[in-house]
C-alpha cells in the first residue's frame, strides 16, 4: 500500500512511456506532488512554472490546443481557486484535453492548515461545463482512471489524496466511468467517494453485527455521473447516508440529494464539513473532530432508518 502521491507519480511515468505527447507543468511542487518520478526521467517534457499557477493553466490550454496532452499537476486548493478562472476560461470553454490531477485533496494536508485544505474543489469543478470529475478510493481505481483519462477527449478533474488509502475496488478489469457496487444492503445505502470509502465499509460491517443490512455504493466518477444504480438501491433501502472528505454543499452529498430528489426521494443525512474551514491538526484528529469515523456513519445510519420508519408508519 503506497501513499497515494507516489502511486500516481509512478503511474504517470509509466503512461509517459507510452505516450509522447504527455507533458508534466509544475508549479514549485513536483517533490509533494511526486511529478518529480516523470521530471527525472522525461526531463524535456517537465515544464516548471514556479508558483505562478494561472500561468501554468493557461499554457496547458494553448499545449492542448496543439494536440499535446498537459498535466498542470499541483496541490487541489491551487488549481480549483487561485487559478479557476484559466481552467474555466482556457481549458473547459474550448473543452480542450487537459488532465488535472488535484493533490493534497480534503484534509490529507493535514497540518498545513485551512488555506491549503479543500473541502469544496468536487463542487467548484463539477459546476464547470465540459469538465469531468474523478475521486478514486484506493491506488489500484486511480490507475485504472488514469488509463481511462488517456482515451477521454476533455478536461478531467483527478481528486487524489496524498494518504496510502486501504485497498477496496472490486477487482474490475477496467474503469468504466460508474458508480460501483462495493456492498449489497436493503436497510440503509451508503453513498461515499474517496477515502471515506473503506471507513464506511467497516462501519457496514460494524452495522450488520446489529442486523442492519448496508449496501455501499463507491461514487468515484462523479462528473459524469451515471444514475442507474443510485436510483435502484436507493428504492430498495429507502434512506440514504452520503460521506465524503469533503463540505457538504456541491459534493457527493450534493450530487446524491439533487438525483434522487428529481428521481425517488427518500430521508437523506451527509456526513462532510459543514460550511467552515477546516482547523490545522493530524488527519486522525480532523477525522475525529469532524465526525468522519466509522462509528460516526454507522449513527447516522441508523437516525436515517429511524426517519424512514416513522414516515412509513405514517404512511401507513
Not at 514549485?28 to 500561468?55: H, K, M, V, Y
Not at 487541489?76 to 473543452?95: E, G, K
Not at 490529507?108 to 474543489?121: C, I, L, P
Not at 472528505?245 to 452529498?253: A, L, N
Request: hydrophobic residues 45%; proline residues 4%.
Amino acid at each position: 500500500m503506497r501513499e497515494m502521491r507516489t502511486a500516481f507519480g509512478e503511474k504517470l511515468v509509466e503512461l509517459g512511456r507510452k505516450n509522447d505527447k504527455i507533458y508534466v507543468l509544475d508549479a514549485d511542487l513536483n517533490t509533494s506532488t511526486r511529478t518529480d518520478l516523470f521530471r527525472d526521467e522525461f526531463p524535456s517534457r517537465f515544464i516548471q512554472f514556479g508558483i505562478a499557477e494561472q500561468n501554468m493553466f493557461g499554457f496547458a490550454g494553448g499545449m492542448a490546443a496543439t494536440g499535446l496532452i498537459p498535466f498542470p499537476t499541483t496541490f487541489s486548493c491551487f488549481n480549483t481557486t487561485r487559478a479557476l478562472d484559466m481552467v474555466r476560461t482556457c481549458i473547459c470553454y474550448p473543452n480542450l484535453n487537459v488532465k488535472i490531477p488535484g493533490c493534497y485533496a480534503g484534509i490529507s494536508t493535514g497540518k498545513a492548515g485551512a488555506t491549503h485544505q479543500t473541502v469544496e474543489d468536487i463542487g467548484i469543478m463539477r459546476m464547470l461545463p465540459n469538465m469531468s470529475v474523478l475521486s478514486p478510493a484506493d491506488e489500484i481505481e486511480m490507475e485504472q482512471m488514469m488509463d481511462a483519462m488517456m482515451e477521454y477527449q476533455g478536461p478531467v478533474y483527478l481528486r487524489l489524496s496524498k494518504l496510502a488509502l486501504p485497498i477496496v475496488s472490486s477487482g474490475q478489469a477496467a474503469f468504466d466511468w460508474a458508480p460501483v457496487i462495493l456492498r449489497d444492503g436493503s436497510d440503509v445505502l451508503l453513498c461515499v467517494t474517496g477515502f471515506m470509502v473503506h471507513k464506511c465499509l467497516i462501519a457496514a460491517q460494524e452495522l450488520e453485527k446489529s442486523g442492519v443490512s448496508a449496501a455501499v455504493l463507491n461514487i468515484s466518477a462523479i462528473k459524469p455521473f451515471a444514475s442507474e444504480k443510485l436510483i435502484r438501491l436507493a428504492k430498495i433501502c429507502g434512506c440514504v447516508v452520503t460521506a465524503e472528505d469533503h463540505s457538504i454543499f456541491g459534493g457527493v452529498g450534493g450530487l446524491v440529494s439533487e438525483v434522487l430528489g428529481e428521481n425517488h426521494p427518500v430521508p437523506i443525512k451527509r456526513i462532510g464539513y459543514k460550511d467552515k474551514f477546516i482547523v490545522s491538526a493530524s488527519d486522525e484528529d480532523l477525522v475525529a473532530t469532524y465526525h468522519l469515523g466509522e462509528a460516526d456513519i454507522a449513527a447516522a445510519a441508523k437516525a436515517v432508518i429511524g426517519v424512514k420508519k416513522k414516515l412509513q408508519a405514517g404512511n401507513g
